[in-house]
């Protein structure tokens, strides 16, 4: 079942173009079924959601729909919850960004010395990634039978290493260990469990109800959608992978209602000031290593604290991306044309970056942004 829901006109004031629903649905006419797992739809134009919808099945085993109240794994778009959490302990005063890897964890060894709290947020601890590090730990091994890691045993991982890619600070490459740690941070520095810390501090001030940081043994999380992967029309269940229970770089779930509050909440600077949310918007300038310039055809990522800040067809934009064990996430947020598009999807064989950019198409189309 599809679920339809009555918000229908969306007009863009930069163009004398109007955007249906009918046009929005279009694009995500692939992913209409009854029988398979599919993606929520978001978009949030001028302040106002003016599209929100579910596509496909939240669990192909109960046949559930998915509807905007579906919780998804958000993997890597967690980052920016992450970044916001520090950010609030900078403005507590309890952090700085300068504060180095070894004041946060005394037993850390002599190389985080030089390692900030900047360094972690945009990338350019050159850190080892502790996935590479696991992959290099259980060779030839499915991921699932790899048994799953915590953060305790991330930073144990770490504390083994004696030295990093490169210079702290000299090249960007993305980098999950590096939020790993800035969760454990959190803890250490605030006394909470980051679970904690995110509820009391970002989630229940902005009516965030269904949003949780995922713990193993936790609370089962309520109206979730499980991950699957998909090959030639054929999708399995495939949900937790080794790296699930790790929760600074990938462990919240969320739901279209929720990330529209939290949309919101950025929008009106409600959790930090206008002046500290430009740290978070101000992209790192350093070059991005070799190996990540060779794949992606980029030599420099501009990344502040949890967001991509590259322009998208001259429109300043802040985005990112969500990809794990049966899930794929996608946040577009244009802030000079009051558009954000969102879409959360639980099947591994769609590009939710791609279906979200090709929404924005319909309302950026002959607007360029003026910033």
Known sequence: MVLILPLLLCFS???SAQVSSQQIDAVFSPLRSDRAPGAAVLVVHNGRAVY??????????????ITPETNFRLASCTKQFTAMAVMLLVHDGKLRYETSLTDVFPEFPAYGKSITIRHLLNHSSGLKDYEDLLAAEYPNT?????PQILAPGVLKLLEQQTSTYFAPGSHWKYNNSGYVLLGLAVEKV???SFGQFLRQRIFLPLGMAQTVLYEQGGKDIAERAYG????RG???VTDQSSTSATPGD???YSSLVDLEKWNAALRQFRLLRAEEMREAWTPASVPAVPSEAMQTGQTEFRYGFGWFLDPYRDHKRMWHYGETR??????????????TVIVLANRTDIDPGQFALKVADLYLNGSPSHH
Do not use: V
């Not at 929100?52 to 729909?65: I, M, V, Y």
């Not at 996430?329 to 044309?337: G, H, L, N």
């Open 228 to 231: 699957h992967s998909c090959n």
């Open 250 to 252: 990938g462990g919240i």
């Open 13 to 15: 004031p930069g163009s």
């Open 142 to 146: 499915p991921d699932e039978k790899i």
């Open 52 to 65: 929100r919808r579910g596509f496909g099945l939240a669990d192909q085993r109960t046949r559930h729909a």
């Open 234 to 236: 054929i999708c399995r």
């Open 326 to 339: 049966g899930f794929r996430s996608a946040i577009q947020r244009f802030p000079d044309d009051d558009l």
């Open 190 to 192: 605030s006394g909470e």
